[in-house]
């Protein structure tokens, strides 16, 4: 399935370890560790449309303490994913969401849903996309 992109604007939030907070674009956490949007070894921001998202996202398994960062995204080409009320636009991005991307990668040759998609989005020019919270 190929996602139209669009351009969008607006504030956005992220959780920052210590130890990431002296280069807080980097995505070099999730570069690698990887994440369930990312591949280790590719670079991720993962941010919140609130900063109650961002905390709750944050506090689910990530090391501790961290502080709250405000962001401001100027993209011209992100994939929204959602269908606007909270959730997955579709099959695909459900199952990305909810497959248990972790499990997955941790069988030898086998790729997480959520990775694959992440390449088609990257392939087709995506700069990021917007997706519901899991």
């Known amino acids: 399935m190929t996602y139209p992109l669009r351009a969008l604007s607006c504030p956005l ?33 993962y941010l919140g449309t609130d900063h109650a998202t961002a905390i709750a996202e944050f506090y689910q398994g990530l090391a501790k303490p961290a502080t709250l960062a405000p962001y401001r995204l100027n993209a ?11 959730g997955p636009v579709d099959d695909t991005v459900a199952l990305a969401m909810t497959a ?9 040759g086998a790729t997480p849903p959520s990775w694959t998609l992440t390449a088609s989005l990257i392939e087709t020019g995506a700069q990021g996309a917007l997706v519901p919270s899991a």
Not at 18 to 44: K, V
Not at 76 to 86: N, S
Request: hydrophobic fraction near 40%; aromatic fraction near 8%.
């Open 76 to 86: 011209t080409a992100i994939a929204d994913l959602t269908d606007r009320a909270g």
């Open 13 to 45: 939030w992220r959780m920052l370890t210590i130890r990431y907070q002296r280069d807080p674009l980097s995505g070099e956490g999730a570069r690698i560790h990887g994440g369930r949007w990312n591949a280790p070894g590719q670079a991720a921001l």
């Open 100 to 108: 248990p991307w972790k499990a997955i990668a941790g069988i030898e």
